[in-house]
C-alpha cells in the first residue's frame, strides 16, 4: 500500500498522519512507549512480588503481554472508528485466515482440545493488522526513534536490575540454578536481548546518532551484551552476527560493515565482561551460602552440541505430517522423546505442527514480504537509523527463531510486530513519510 495523502485531502508530513496528531493519538502512542519500556522489567518486578519459581515466569509474561495487546487492540480499534475515513478496513479483514484455520480445524478434529491453544496465534495476529492499520493510517502517532529508544530504555533497565539484584541483594543462589528474574531459565532472556542488542548496536553504528544519544546506545549495547554473553545463547550471537553480516554484504557499498564490525565486537566485550561473573560469584559465594562450583557452567558459549534440536526437529515434523492441512492445534506434543518439550525450537516447524500448511503458508507469504521490504531498507540511499534498526532486529527475531522458541513466546512476538511495522510504515522516517509495505 502507498498512501500520498489522507483520504480526502490533506497532506502527510513530519512522518505521521495528520490524523495522529490528535490527543488521542499521542496518547496512545505514549502508552506503547510505555509498553516497550516497562514490559521486561514489568516481568522482574512480578517475579518478585508473586514469588515465582523457575519456569512458571512464563504465566506472567504471557498474561502481562495479552492485556497489553488487547488493550492496545481495544483503544485502536476505537481511535480507527472515529477516524474510520482515514483507517483501511481491508487490513483487519486478513483476519479471515486465523478464523479459518480455527474453523477448519474445528470441522476436521472436533473432540480435539488443543485448538484452544490456537487463540494465541489468533490475538497475536489481530494485534498485528490492528497496529498496522493504526499506524498506517495515522491512529497512533509513533516515530521510528521513540520506539527504538524506548525499548532499549526499558531493556537496559531490565539488565541494571537484574545484576543488582542478584549480585546486590543476596540472590546469588537463585542465578546459580540458572533462574534469570523475570524469566525462569537464563537462555529465555535471548527473546528480549536479541532485538534489543541490535537496536543499541544499529543506532550506535551509524553516525546519524548525535552525540550524546549515541555513547547511551553503546552503553546500552554493552550492558546488554554482558547479561547476554552470560547467559551462554548461542542461537543470540548467531542470530546478531549473521543478520549484521547479510546487511553489510547486501548493503550498497558495503557501507553497513560497520554495522558488522560493532556486533562482533561488542558480542566479545560482552562475552570477554562476562566471563569474570563467576569469578565475582565465588568471591562472594562464602555470603550466599552457594557452591561457586556450580556457577561457571552457566557461561557455556563455546559447546558443540545441537542440545537435542535435530531429534527434535525430526519427531515433530514426522508428527506435522500426520496432519498436514490444520495442524495439532497447540504445542502438546504426544511423542514419549519430545513430550517434556514445550516447544521445536524452530518456528517454521513449530508453526507447521500447529497450524499446517493453512497456516504455514500465509505466515511464509507475510515474512518473505516483510524480507523483501527489509531488503529495500538495506540498500535504500538515504536510509533512517531508527528504521533501520527496527528491521534489523526484527530480522534478528526471525533468524534467532530458527533454532530457538523466539516468536513462539507471545512477548517476542509482540515485539517482532511492532518493529515489523515500524519497519513497513516507517512513521517518523524524514523524507518518507509514506505507508509502504
Not at 519459581?53 to 502481562?64: I, L, S, W
Not at 549515541?214 to 554473553?229: C, E, H
Not at 529495500?376 to 533454532?403: E, F, G, N, Q, W
Given at each position: 500500500?502507498?498512501?500520498?495523502?489522507?483520504?480526502?485531502?490533506?497532506?502527510?508530513?513530519?512522518?505521521?498522519?495528520?490524523?495522529?496528531?490528535?490527543?488521542?493519538?499521542?496518547?496512545?502512542?505514549?502508552?506503547?512507549?510505555?509498553?516497550?519500556?516497562?514490559?521486561?522489567?514489568?516481568?522482574?518486578?512480578?517475579?518478585?512480588?508473586?514469588?515465582?519459581?523457575?519456569?512458571?515466569?512464563?504465566?506472567?509474561?504471557?498474561?502481562?503481554?495479552?492485556?497489553?495487546?488487547?488493550?492496545?487492540?481495544?483503544?485502536?480499534?476505537?481511535?480507527?472508528?472515529?477516524?474510520?475515513?482515514?483507517?483501511?478496513?481491508?487490513?483487519?479483514?486478513?483476519?479471515?485466515?486465523?478464523?479459518f484455520i480455527l474453523v477448519g480445524h474445528s470441522l476436521a478434529f472436533p473432540d480435539d482440545d488443543n485448538a484452544r491453544a490456537l487463540w494465541r496465534w489468533t490475538l497475536i495476529f489481530l494485534f498485528a493488522l490492528v497496529f498496522y492499520g493504526a499506524v498506517a493510517g495515522g491512529t497512533i502517532a509513533i516515530t521510528a526513534r521513540g520506539v527504538v529508544t524506548s525499548f532499549v530504555a526499558g531493556a537496559s533497565l531490565y539488565t541494571v536490575f537484574a545484576l543488582v539484584?542478584?549480585?546486590?541483594?543476596?540472590?546469588?543462589?537463585?542465578?546459580?540454578?540458572?533462574?534469570?528474574?523475570?524469566?525462569?531459565?537464563?537462555?529465555?532472556?535471548?527473546?528480549?536481548?536479541?532485538?534489543?542488542?541490535?537496536?543499541?548496536?544499529?543506532?550506535?553504528?551509524?553516525?546519524?546518532?548525535?552525540?550524546?544519544?549515541?555513547?547511551?546506545?553503546?552503553?546500552?549495547?554493552?550492558?546488554?551484551?554482558?547479561?547476554?554473553?552470560?547467559?551462554?545463547?548461542?542461537?543470540?550471537?548467531?542470530?546478531?552476527?549473521?543478520?549484521?553480516?547479510?546487511?553489510?554484504?547486501?548493503?550498497?557499498?558495503?557501507?553497513?560493515?560497520?554495522?558488522?564490525?560493532?556486533?562482533?565486537?561488542?558480542?566479545?566485550?560482552?562475552?570477554?565482561?562476562?566471563?569474570?561473573?563467576?569469578?565475582?560469584?565465588?568471591?562472594?559465594?562464602?555470603?550466599?551460602?552457594?557452591?561457586?562450583?556450580?556457577?561457571?557452567?552457566?557461561?557455556?558459549?563455546?559447546?558443540?552440541?545441537?542440545?537435542?534440536?535435530?531429534?527434535?526437529?525430526?519427531?515433530?515434523?514426522?508428527?506435522?505430517?500426520?496432519?498436514?492441512?490444520?495442524?495439532?492445534?497447540?504445542?502438546?506434543?504426544?511423542?514419549?522423546?519430545?513430550?517434556?518439550?514445550?516447544?521445536?525450537?524452530?518456528?517454521?516447524?513449530?508453526?507447521?505442527?500447529?497450524?499446517?500448511?493453512?497456516?504455514?503458508?500465509?505466515?511464509?507469504?507475510?515474512?518473505?514480504?516483510?524480507?523483501?521490504?527489509?531488503?529495500?531498507?538495506?540498500?535504500?540511499?538515504?536510509?533512517?537509523?531508527?528504521?533501520?534498526?527496527?528491521?534489523?532486529?526484527?530480522?534478528?527475531?526471525?533468524?534467532?527463531?530458527?533454532?530457538?522458541?523466539?516468536?513462539?513466546?507471545?512477548?517476542?512476538?509482540?515485539?517482532?510486530?511492532?518493529?515489523?511495522?515500524?519497519?513497513?510504515?516507517?512513521?517518523?522516517?524524514?523524507?518518507?513519510?509514506?505507508?509502504?509495505?
Amino acid at each position: 500500500m502507498c498512501h500520498k495523502g489522507r483520504r480526502g485531502g490533506g497532506p502527510m508530513h513530519s512522518g505521521t498522519l495528520q490524523s495522529a496528531r490528535a490527543p488521542f493519538g499521542i496518547w496512545c502512542g505514549y502508552l506503547l512507549y510505555f509498553v516497550l519500556f516497562a514490559l521486561p522489567i514489568s516481568f522482574a518486578i512480578a517475579d518478585i512480588l508473586l514469588d515465582l519459581k523457575h519456569y512458571q515466569t512464563y504465566r506472567v509474561r504471557r498474561e502481562f503481554t495479552g492485556y497489553c495487546e488487547v488493550i492496545l487492540i481495544v483503544l485502536l480499534l476505537w481511535g480507527a472508528i472515529k477516524s474510520w475515513r482515514v483507517f483501511d478496513w481491508r487490513v483487519p479483514a486478513l483476519m479471515v485466515v486465523p478464523l479459518f484455520i480455527l474453523v477448519g480445524h474445528s470441522l476436521a478434529f472436533p473432540d480435539d482440545d488443543n485448538a484452544r491453544a490456537l487463540w494465541r496465534w489468533t490475538l497475536i495476529f489481530l494485534f498485528a493488522l490492528v497496529f498496522y492499520g493504526a499506524v498506517a493510517g495515522g491512529t497512533i502517532a509513533i516515530t521510528a526513534r521513540g520506539v527504538v529508544t524506548s525499548f532499549v530504555a526499558g531493556a537496559s533497565l531490565y539488565t541494571v536490575f537484574a545484576l543488582v539484584y542478584h549480585f546486590g541483594w543476596g540472590n546469588l543462589s537463585e542465578l546459580n540454578s540458572n533462574n534469570l528474574v523475570g524469566f525462569g531459565n537464563v537462555r529465555a532472556s535471548n527473546r528480549l536481548l536479541v532485538p534489543a542488542l541490535m537496536c543499541a548496536i544499529v543506532a550506535f553504528a551509524l553516525p546519524e546518532a548525535a552525540g550524546r544519544r549515541r555513547w547511551f546506545f553503546l552503553a546500552a549495547a554493552l550492558i546488554l551484551a554482558m547479561l547476554s554473553g552470560y547467559t551462554g545463547s548461542r542461537s543470540t550471537i548467531m542470530a546478531l552476527v549473521s543478520i549484521s553480516i547479510l546487511a553489510a554484504l547486501l548493503s550498497p557499498r558495503f557501507r553497513y560493515l560497520r554495522i558488522a564490525a560493532a556486533t562482533v565486537a561488542v558480542i566479545a566485550i560482552g562475552l570477554a565482561l562476562a566471563s569474570l561473573v563467576p569469578t565475582v560469584i565465588q568471591l562472594l559465594a562464602s555470603t550466599e551460602n552457594v557452591e561457586p562450583g556450580k556457577v561457571s557452567q552457566s557461561l557455556q558459549v563455546f559447546r558443540y552440541s545441537s542440545s537435542g534440536r535435530v531429534m527434535i526437529w525430526e519427531t515433530i515434523l514426522e508428527l506435522a505430517l500426520q496432519r498436514p492441512a490444520f495442524g495439532w492445534g497447540g504445542a502438546d506434543f504426544t511423542a514419549d522423546r519430545i513430550r517434556q518439550f514445550s516447544n521445536a525450537h524452530n518456528i517454521i516447524i513449530q508453526v507447521f505442527y500447529e497450524v499446517g500448511l493453512a497456516g504455514l503458508i500465509p505466515m511464509a507469504i507475510l515474512a518473505a514480504s516483510f524480507l523483501l521490504r527489509s531488503l529495500k531498507i538495506v540498500r535504500a540511499p538515504r536510509p533512517d537509523m531508527y528504521v533501520t534498526a527496527a528491521a534489523l532486529s526484527a530480522c534478528a527475531i526471525m533468524a534467532s527463531s530458527l533454532v530457538a522458541p523466539g516468536l513462539w513466546f507471545q512477548y517476542s512476538a509482540f515485539l517482532f510486530v511492532v518493529l515489523a511495522v515500524v519497519a513497513l510504515v516507517r512513521p517518523g522516517a524524514p523524507g518518507e513519510a509514506d505507508p509502504l509495505g
